[in-house]
């Protein structure tokens, strides 16, 4: 099930056909256009990502960049918390075009902040918050595992995010 509503990409890949643009695995919206939020970096990078870690090679997965007012909302409707949270993940289904691994909610505000608090770039900050929410999209659990995805996190974080 898809909760995210993902506008038309408005981000094209020039290196694409047609048919495989409209056919995009990972789709990036950002409604509100975060410089740090581009597609043209972050896409790859998360097509690459999905590509080690699912088991799904026609996988698909949604990531829309949003404030911490639509945040706030999903996070409400969702969760019943009526406050900002930096990343939600609403973990997908099989379709009949193959595996949608879920939809990944991410408040550019909130990564500006703990970017600025733990002294890296915003962009470094959301790979760390992609890479936690697909991880949760896979089905992992941090609440309840006993540390499996924590350490998993941070063994692809050495790998995947660059130090900045």
Do not use: K
């Amino acid at each position: 099930m898809t909760v995210l509503t993902i506008s038309e990409d408005p981000d094209p890949d020039p290196d694409r056909s047609l048919g495989q643009a409209s056919l995009r695995r990972v789709q990036v919206d950002n409604p509100n256009r975060y410089r740090e939020a581009g597609a043209r970096s972050l896409r790859p990078w998360l097509e690459r990502l999905v590509d080690e870690v699912a088991d799904h090679p026609s996988a698909t997965l949604a990531v829309r960049f949003v404030s911490d007012r639509e945040m706030t909302r999903l996070n409400n409707e969702f969760r019943g918390q009526g406050r900002p949270t930096d990343v939600l993940t609403f973990p997908g289904e099989e379709t009949v075009e193959g595996v949608h691994l879920g939809d990944i909610a991410v408040s550019v505000p909130s990564a500006r902040r703990q970017a600025r608090e733990r002294g890296h770039s915003v962009e470094r900050e959301l790979e760390f918050l992609l890479l936690h929410g697909l991880l949760h999209c896979l089905g992992h659990d941090h609440e309840t595992d006993d540390g499996e995805m924590a350490r998993l996190e941070r063994r692809l974080r050495r790998r995947w995010i660059q130090a900045s």
